[in-house]
C-alpha cells in the first residue's frame, strides 16, 4: 500500500484560533474551561464549557469573518464554520491549492462531526413550535447535515476527489483521518482533507450530557479544576468545540512537490466494544484491540511507542484506558509516557481524535510532552508517566492517539517521524 | 427612494452579503445579486416577516426583482 503522510494542519479551539496558538497555550498549563455565560445555565447541573475564544483574529483569537463570507456564516451551524476555517489553514499550511483538474480530482474531503448542527436544530424546533412551519428557513437542512462540512470545504477549495464524512460519536476525528488515509493509500485520491469539527455547546446538549451523567457538574463554581483526567476527584466530561483538520498526502506526492512533513501515518486500528450504548466494555477490552490492531497495522512492536495522546475525558472510563494501555505496554510501561490533553481544552468530541492527533504531530515536531492539568492524586497507581501539571521535555519518534466513542467504537491512530 | 423600497433594500444587503448601491430596482435577485433558488426562499420569508405578510408560493415565484418585490410589498403589505 501507499504511504500516507501529514503536510499541513489546521485547529480552532477553545485556546486559540490556530494550531499553534492552541499549542503553545497546551504547553503553558492554561485551561479553556469557563463558567457559560451566552445562555442560561442556571437551571442545568453543568454550567461550564470549553468555548471558542472569539475576537478580532489578533493575539490568536478566532475571527470567523477571516474565513468564510458573513452571509454564509449564517446559514450553517458553527461547525462548519470551524471546518472551513480549520480546513483552510491546513491547506495553506500544506501549501496545495489545487488548479488543474488532475489536482482537483484526486484531492477529497473526509470532515466529520459526532452530532453535527445541534445549536441550529434546538433554535430551529422551538421556532417551528412558536411560528409554524413557515419561518423554517430554506438553509436549516444543508446548515445542519454533518456531511456539509465536507461539502462546504470541497465546494470553497474546489476538491473534486472523495467527498465522505464520518460519524461516530467521539471517535469521528481519529476514524476520519483513518479512513482519509485509507483512501490515499488505495490510491482513491493522492491528497485528502480529513479531520471532525464540533459545535455542541448549548442548552439541549448540556442537559442531554448530563442526563446521560457524563458531564461535570461538581465544579461549576471553580472551572478550572473540573477537566482532571485520571484524578481521584474527577466526575465527568467538560464539553468543548471546535475543528482539528489535517492534510494528508501520498508520500511521493509530498516529496515531488518539496512538501514540509509532520509525520507519517503508520498504524490505523478500529475495534467494536459490543458492550453498552455509552459505556465501555469491561477492562477496556475493545479500546485495547483497537491499539493492538493499530500496532499490527503499522508493523510495531508497542515498546516503540514514546507517547500516548489519551482518550482520557475525566470520568470513570480512565482508569480502564489506563489498565488497557498498561497491558499493552509490558514491561515498557515504565519508558511510556501518556497524557490526556482534554484536561486543558475540554472534549471536542466529533473534533477530539483530529485535534489530539495534531497535538501528537506537534510533540513530535518540538520533542515535548503537553500536560495532564489538574492530576493532583492520581485514582491508581501506574508506572506509565502521566505528565501532571507541566508539559515534559522528550524525543518523540513514534506516538499514539486514542478515541472511543458512544456506541462502543474505537480508533487508534499511529505517527511516526519520517 | 420610498419607505418599502429602503426596508427591500435592507433586506436584500443583509441576506445576500452585497453592496448597497447594487441593490437598483431593475437588480435581477438571481442574474445580478448572486442569490440561488434557496437564497430567494430565504429572501421572500424576511420580506413575509419585514412586512407582516404571507406571500403565497405562486406569487413568490414572480418575485424577481427589486422592483417586483417592491411593487407586491406596496399592493400587499399591512
Request: charged residues 30%; hydrophobic residues 35%; aromatic residues 6%.
Given at each position: 500500500m501507499r504511504r500516507v503522510v501529514v503536510t499541513g494542519i489546521g485547529m480552532v479551539s477553545p485556546l486559540g484560533g490556530d494550531a499553534e496558538t492552541t499549542w503553545s497555550n497546551i504547553l503553558s498549563a492554561r485551561s479553556a474551561t469557563k463558567k457559560v455565560e451566552?445562555?442560561?445555565?442556571?437551571?442545568?447541573?453543568a454550567q461550564i464549557a470549553c468555548q471558542i475564544p472569539f475576537g478580532?483574529?489578533?493575539?490568536?483569537s478566532f475571527n470567523a469573518d477571516d474565513w468564510m463570507e458573513v452571509k454564509e456564516q449564517r446559514k450553517v451551524d458553527p461547525f462548519i464554520v470551524y471546518a472551513v476555517s480549520a480546513a483552510t489553514q491546513a491547506l495553506n499550511d500544506a501549501g496545495w491549492h489545487p488548479k488543474t483538474d488532475d489536482e482537483q480530482h484526486t484531492t477529497g474531503t473526509m470532515i466529520g462531526s459526532g452530532i453535527g448542527g445541534l445549536q441550529g436544530i434546538e433554535q430551529t424546533s422551538l421556532l417551528l413550535a412558536e411560528r409554524?412551519?413557515?419561518?423554517?428557513?430554506?438553509?436549516f437542512i444543508p446548515g445542519r447535515l454533518i456531511n456539509l462540512a465536507s461539502g462546504y470545504v470541497s465546494i470553497m477549495h474546489g476538491l473534486k476527489g472523495p467527498n465522505h464524512s464520518v460519524v461516530t460519536a467521539c471517535s469521528t476525528g481519529a476514524h476520519a483521518i483513518g479512513d482519509a488515509g485509507r483512501m490515499i493509500a488505495l490510491g482513491d485520491a493522492d491528497v485528502m482533507v480529513a479531520g471532525g469539527a464540533e459545535s455542541p455547546v448549548c442548552r439541549l446538549s448540556l442537559a442531554g450530557f448530563a442526563a446521560c451523567k457524563?458531564?461535570?457538574?461538581?465544579?461549576?463554581?471553580?472551572?478550572?479544576?473540573?477537566?482532571?483526567?485520571?484524578?481521584?476527584d474527577r466526575d465527568g466530561f467538560v464539553m468543548g468545540e471546535g475543528a482539528g483538520i489535517v492534510v494528508l498526502e501520498e508520500y511521493d506526492h509530498a516529496q515531488a512537490r518539496g512538501a514540509k512533513i509532520y509525520?507519517?501515518?503508520?498504524g490505523y486500528g478500529l475495534s467494536g466494544d459490543a458492550f453498552h450504548i455509552t459505556a465501555p466494555a469491561e477492562n477496556h477490552e475493545g479500546a485495547f484491540r483497537a491499539m493492538k490492531a493499530s500496532l499490527k497495522r503499522a508493523g510495531?512492536?508497542?515498546?516503540?511507542?514514546?507517547y500516548v495522546n489519551a482518550?482520557?475525558?475525566?470520568?470513570?472510563?480512565d482508569t480502564m484506558e489506563l489498565g488497557a494501555v498498561e497491558r499493552l505496554a509490558g514491561d515498557h510501561a515504565s519508558k511510556l509516557t501518556m497524557s490526556s490533553t482534554k484536561s486543558a481544552i475540554g472534549h471536542l468530541l466529533g473534533a477530539a481524535g483530529s485535534v489530539e492527533a495534531i497535538f501528537c504531530l506537534q510533540a513530535m515536531r518540538d520533542s515535548k510532552v503537553p500536560p495532564t492539568l489538574n492530576?493532583?492524586?492520581?485514582a491508581s497507581d501506574t508506572?506509565?508517566?502521566?505528565?501532571?501539571?507541566k508539559a515534559k521535555d522528550k524525543e518523540l519518534t513514534t506516538v499514539l492517539s486514542n478515541s472511543f466513542g458512544f456506541g462502543g467504537t474505537n480508533a487508534s491512530l499511529v505517527f511516526r517521524k519520517v | 427612494m420610498s419607505d418599502t423600497a429602503e426596508r427591500v433594500t435592507k433586506i436584500v444587503v443583509e441576506h445576500?452579503?452585497?453592496?448597497?448601491?447594487?441593490?437598483?430596482?431593475?437588480?435581477?435577485?438571481?442574474?445580478?445579486?448572486?442569490?440561488?433558488s434557496l437564497d430567494t426562499v430565504e429572501l421572500v420569508m424576511a420580506f413575509e416577516e419585514e412586512f407582516g405578510v404571507e406571500i403565497p408560493d405562486d406569487s413568490a415565484e414572480t418575485i424577481q426583482t427589486v422592483k417586483d418585490a417592491v411593487d407586491y410589498l406596496e399592493k400587499n403589505k399591512a
Open positions: 451566552n445562555f442560561q445555565v442556571d437551571d442545568l447541573p478580532d483574529g489578533s493575539d490568536g409554524g412551519p413557515r419561518r423554517v428557513s430554506p438553509f457524563a458531564l461535570s457538574t461538581d465544579y461549576n463554581e471553580t472551572p478550572e479544576k473540573a477537566s482532571r483526567p485520571w484524578d481521584e509525520g507519517e501515518l503508520i510495531i512492536d508497542a515498546s516503540e511507542i514514546d482518550h482520557g475525558t475525566s470520568t470513570m472510563a492530576l493532583d492524586n492520581p508506572q506509565i508517566d502521566l505528565v501532571p501539571h | 445576500l452579503g452585497v453592496e448597497e448601491d447594487k441593490v437598483v430596482l431593475n437588480a435581477s435577485f438571481i442574474d445580478d445579486l448572486g442569490a440561488d
